[in-house]
């Protein structure tokens, strides 16, 4: 995986929730393939920077870990591949915290037969289960968010994965956050347009500043797309 170093995640932070980004998710993208747990001390740093929801992911495996990021400054949480491997831990956490605070993120890949698969480990691991089908598990045991990020357009910039945005968001109860592949404005537009996108996820765009964010929502608004506007 060829990883580039975008800068300090705190004054990162701080810049999105200045700038007027709505939501931070920080996902340690490591932490489960080298069996350790995301930061808290580095979380809670980057709560003290910002004014906005804060999603955080990486290695959480038990109520407990959920408790000590909470504590730290997120707000909410990211559970992928110890979800999948243990389904009810999903349900635990919902029970615990309530299914606001619980996001399920899905790496997923569209193969040769034209499914869309999961995928584990940061991406790294093939599974046999279906995109939709996971996801609707997940949700029906307490998930209160999907955050889907496509393998097949992550770091293309060539725009959303449509097909499999749409089914989810079409067919499940609860919001799904659209990521990887975002690399023009007409690409967000087309996400909340064509597949119903409840939110839209990027990273290297803005840490990069190639497209700014305030002028990204002013064009969505132009668009007649309803954005929530932070207000630093």
């Known amino acids: ?50 004014n906005i929801p804060f999603t955080v992911g990486g ?37 615990e915290f309530g299914s606001q605070c619980v996001v399920l993120a899905i790496d997923t890949k569209k193969e040769d037969d034209g499914e869309w698969y999961v995928y584990l480990n940061g991406g790294r691991t ?32 060539q725009g959303f994965a449509l097909d499999i945005t749409r089914t989810l968001s079409t067919q499940l109860t609860v919001p799904v956050i659209a990521s990887g592949g975002g690399g023009a404005m007409q690409h967000f537009a087309d996400v909340f347009e064509t597949a119903n996108a409840d939110a839209a996820l990027a990273a290297s765009i803005f840490h990069f500043n190639e497209i700014g964010i305030a002028e990204l929502k002013n064009y969505l608004t132009e668009r007649k797309i309803n954005m929530r506007y932070n207000r630093p």
């Not at 929730?17 to 932490?31: C, R």
């Not at 209160?144 to 770091?155: F, K, R, V």
């Open 1 to 50: 995986m060829d990883l580039r170093d975008a800068g300090d995640p705190v004054e990162l932070g701080a810049l999105y929730a200045q700038q007027g980004a709505d939501e931070l998710v920080f996902l340690d993208i490591t932490a489960t393939i080298e069996k350790r747990k995301t930061l808290s001390e580095l979380v809670n740093r980057i709560a003290h920077y910002i």
């Open 59 to 95: 290695g959480i495996s038990s109520v407990e870990d959920v408790n000590t990021l909470l504590k730290s400054g997120a707000d909410k949480i990211s559970v992928n591949t110890s979800a999948f491997k243990r389904p009810q831990l999903v349900n635990e956490l919902a029970k």
């Open 126 to 157: 093939k599974t046999d289960t279906k995109c939709f089908t996971w996801a609707k598990q997940a949700v029906e045991l307490g998930a209160g968010e999907i955050l889907l990020t496509s393998m097949n357009h992550d770091g293309t910039k």
